[in-house]
């Protein structure tokens, strides 16, 4: 098992597919190739046999995606597996993606299937798909809500028919990491010698990254997620939180992946615009506070060495550095450098003046205090002074 944690990205498919997440077939193809930029290994680009607008925008994709393998997700039925295989025809590297699932809930209820016709049905649906292409991804849907032991027979079963990724999705939420790492651990012992095992966390009770890396910590090295976290109702692991999370405690995990970390506020950026809402503002890594310092103390750190509040650099992850927030918690370090950054150099009386103006704004104020403003109150201060 390799150091290396390979990213499936499927804001495109699972991201799409959530409420008020719809993209134009133009737009799915721009956001492709914006993640081909950002260094996915692989992405999902839709769900072939859903709709003819779904076919032709992965026929497209795939058409033009070079290096990161293109997906398409698939039932366990040979209609939908031939439909991606005809929609991933022209991938460089071609991956058909198809699950069951294989909790007691959905065999009983929705599937009405017992484990031994789960079990044939996987092993039929990863052949066929093998007929196809060399990249076969199983998913065990609801495989948190599995009885272990037949989650692990599905996994043998899936790998001895030619799967070359067991993906071990929570799909609803409701797994917590101290079971969901030790599950996945059971899996890769099973399999790990044969196939990449996979996970893929939805959010429902906040803890879709958490799993992910518990599950990365047990030996999965693909992890399944979306750019700013969207997906099916609370949404999948953010693929940004994911990878800085890895890359920033490289010390304690001993793991890489290959994203080019620069792009990603970018590719958050293009896909807020094309779903019409940007993530909350206190979102982890981009967010519109992610960098934002408003508190004296925090302020002070900040202007003296910035690691002493921030782990990252906006940079790293291409955010464009707003420097410090003007607020009615900023202190007179602050104000003086952002006076510096505005062009106005004030010391003593001066800036006593201007601090004592700007905190009476700011004490009216929810929201900070604007360049601009400082500037006019600067500017009074000085023609006051002559
Ligand atoms: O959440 C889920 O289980 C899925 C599968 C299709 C992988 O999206
Ligand atoms: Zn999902």
């Known amino acids: 098992m390799g150091d290396r944690v390979f990213i499936f990205d499927t804001t495109l498919r699972d991201g799409e597919q959530a409420a008020g997440c719809s993209m134009t077939a133009a737009e799915k193809v721009q956001l492709a190739l914006q993640l081909e930029a950002l260094g996915v290994d692989v992405m999902e680009a839709g769900f072939a046999i859903a709709s003819e607008g779904e076919f032709t925008a992965i026929q497209e994709i795939a058409a033009k995606v070079r290096h990161s393998a293109v997906a398409s997700l698939s039932r366990a039925k040979r209609e939908d597996i031939e439909r991606s295989a005809r929609a991933l025809d022209r991938a460089v590297r071609p991956r058909i993606h198809t699950f069951l699932a294989t909790s007691p809930i959905h065999r009983e209820h929705k599937l009405r299937m017992d484990k031994e016709r789960v079990l044939e049905e996987t092993a039929k649906a990863v052949a066929f798909a093998r007929s196809f292409v060399d990249e076969v991804e199983f998913s065990a849907e609801d495989a948190s809500r599995t009885e272990p032991e037949f989650l692990v027979e599905v996994a043998r079963v899936a790998a001895d028919a030619g799967a070359t990724i067991f993906n071990v999705p929570d799909t609803v939420g409701y797994a917590f990491p101290e079971e969901f790492g030790p599950l996945v651990g059971r899996v890769v012992q099973a399999i790990g010698d044969r196939a990449t095992v996979s996970v893929h966390c939805h959010n429902d009770l906040g803890l879709a990254v958490a799993n992910s890396l518990a599950a990365v910590a047990a030996g999965a090295r693909q992890v399944e997620c979306t750019v700013n976290g969207i997906g099916e109702r609370a949404g999948n692991a953010a693929l940004e939180e994911i990878v800085m999370a890895l890359r920033i405690r490289r010390d304690l995990m001993g793991l890489s992946t290959g994203i080019r970390t620069p792009e990603i506020y970018r590719t958050s950026r293009m896909l807020s615009g094309f779903v019409g809402f940007d993530p909350q503002p206190n979102k982890a890594v981009v967010g519109r506070n992610a960098f934002a310092h408003e508190s004296g103390v925090h302020q002070d750190g900040i202007l003296k060495e910035r690691s002493t509040y921030e782990i990252m650099k906006p940079e790293d992850v ?16 602050a104000l003086r450098a952002k006076l510096e950054a ?37 500017q009074g201060v000085l023609v006051n002074c002559g």
């Open 318 to 333: 291409g955010f464009p550095d707003t420097g410090l927030v003007l607020g009615k918690h900023s202190g007179r370090n």
């Open 342 to 378: 505005l062009g106005i150099l004030l010391e003593g009386d001066g800036l006593v003046q201007v601090y004592r103006a700007f905190t009476d704004l700011a004490d009216q104020r929810k929201k900070g205090v604007s360049d601009d403003e400082i500037l006019e109150l600067a």
